[in-house]
């Protein structure tokens, strides 16, 4: 099994997905534009992480 599923996926050139980690169900954005990236925490409207149980 893989630690990392991807749930979520929209746009080709500048895309948004959303990860969920299948051991802690902590969730994660990532986006890309081109040659730029990012990678983080997934956070609620009061700054705590979004969990998938």
Same mark, same amino acid.
């Given at each position: 099994?893989?630690?990392?599923?991807?749930?979520?996926?929209? !746009?080709?050139?500048?895309?948004?997905?959303?990860? &969920? @980690?299948?051991?802690?169900?902590?969730?994660?954005?990532?986006?890309?534009n !081109?040659?730029?990236?990012?990678?983080?925490?997934? &956070? @609620?409207?009061?700054?705590?992480?979004?969990?998938?149980?």
């Amino acid at each position: 099994m893989e630690r990392f599923k991807k749930i979520c996926q929209q !746009g080709t050139i500048d895309v948004i997905e959303i990860w &969920v @980690d299948t051991e802690t169900g902590v969730n994660y954005i990532f986006h890309r534009n !081109g040659n730029a990236a990012g990678f983080t925490v997934l &956070v @609620d409207k009061d700054g705590n992480p979004v969990i998938t149980k």
